[in-house]
Structures are given as C-alpha cells and as structure tokens.
C-alpha cells in the first residue's frame, strides 16, 4: 500500500509540474478567453493514455507502475476540475459559442484521441 501511495504522490507531482509548464508555454502563445492550455494538457493527456493503453494491452506492466503513471503523473497532468472550472468562466462571460466548442473539442477529441493513441500503438 505504501508503495502504492509514493508513487501516487511522485508521479502527481511530476504531472503537475508539466501540467504547468504547459501552461507556461501555450501562455506566451495566446492569451484570449479560450482555454487552450487545458485542451492542450487533457488532449495530450489522452493521446498518452491512449498509447500506453496500447503498450500495456501488448507487455506486462505492474500494478505499482500503472499506479504511477495512470494516477499519478497523467492524473495529476490532466484536469478535470480546470476543464469544468473553465466551461463556468466561459458560461459567466457570456461566451457561449467557446464555451460549446470548448465542451465538445475536449469530449470528442478527447475520446477520438484516446482511440488514435492505442490504433497508433498496435500498427507500431
């Protein structure tokens, strides 16, 4: 369990140290009212997981290492609470066509990206 527990909490802080950096490097870029780091970071996030979804479909990869990359850095990487805290901004600020483009970019790219992740993985 405690192993467990220490890989939560080092793969989390390694995601959300390149959760930040993301958004450090798309902030430099663009600064309008689309949320475009959060796209970015649960987009990306869902390629990865995709990919090793592939990976660990094909190899043995243990509990503890799953636990670590899954929770941990991509669960800490990806953000939930930013996505739907953004779609509130964009609702209160009146943007509602960003905030429907944001809702369904995110869902069915995130899915479709999921899917290409773990395909692109098998042709490999």
Do not use: C, H, Q
Not at 34 to 39: D, N
Not at 58 to 74: D, E, H, K, Q
Not at 97 to 121: E, H, P, R
């Amino acid at each position: 369990m405690i192993y467990k527990l220490l890989a939560v909490a080092f793969g989390g802080s390694i995601g959300a140290v390149a959760r930040y950096l993301v958004f450090l490097g798309v902030g430099k870029y663009y600064t309008g009212v689309f949320p475009w780091a959060s796209l970015t970071v649960n987009l990306t996030g869902a390629f990865v997981i995709g990919i090793l979804w592939g990976l660990f479909d094909s190899i043995y990869v243990s509990p503890a290492m799953r636990t670590f990359l899954f929770i941990g850095i991509l669960g800490s990487f990806t953000t939930f609470s930013t996505f739907t805290f953004d779609l509130l901004n964009l609702y209160r600020d009146g943007e509602v066509k960003m905030f429907i483009a944001y809702l369904l970019s995110s869902n069915i790219l995130g899915i479709a990206l999921v899917f290409l992740g773990f395909y692109i993985f098998k042709l490999i």
